[in-house]
């Protein structure tokens, strides 16, 4: 059974919104692809930086330092490929050129609380 999966990214200080949604992934490869989406954004309107809000811990950790271990272990984490190498490498090209700060957050943050943050 394919499970659906469905990413969004919204800044509220810029007012940009934009979702996608596939087939055959999980919760988890919807978080990578928000993060991809959220570069996408980044890279395309020219921002500075870039603050990125997740409730996810694994993509909170991976850019507070898992990526570059990673990358130094060939990809690998105790021996064996990381799950979603291709999109985890895509990332982390992309954070070497443009600051991200990374804030974990629990999972349903109101706007209104974004908004006051920025």
Same mark, same amino acid.
């Given at each position: ?18 979702? =996608? ?10 978080? !990578? ?6 570069? @996408? =954004?980044? *890279? &395309? *309107? ?8 997740? +409730?996810?811990?694994?993509? /909170?950790?991976? !850019?507070?330092?898992? !990526? $570059? &271990? ?11 490929? =990381?799950?979603?190498? @291709? $999109?985890?490498?895509? =990332?982390?090209? &992309?954070?070497?050129?443009?600051? %991200?700060? %990374?804030?974990?957050? +629990?999972?349903? %943050?109101?706007?209104?609380? /974004?908004? $006051? $943050?920025?």
């Amino acid at each position: 059974m394919n499970q659906n999966w469905k990413a969004a990214v919204w800044s509220p200080t810029r007012q940009v919104a934009q979702a =996608i949604e596939g087939e055959g992934g999980s919760s988890q490869l919807a978080e !990578l692809k928000a993060v991809q989406m959220a570069l @996408d =954004i980044a *890279e &395309r *309107e020219k921002w500075p930086k870039l603050y990125l809000y997740t +409730d996810s811990w694994m993509v /909170a950790n991976a !850019l507070w330092g898992w !990526l $570059e &271990r990673w990358k130094k272990a060939n990809w690998q984490h105790r021996g064996k490929p =990381i799950w979603a190498a @291709d $999109e985890w490498k895509d =990332i982390a090209t &992309r954070v070497e050129k443009l600051p %991200v700060k %990374v804030y974990q957050v +629990d999972t349903h %943050v109101l706007k209104s609380w /974004a908004n $006051e $943050e920025h």
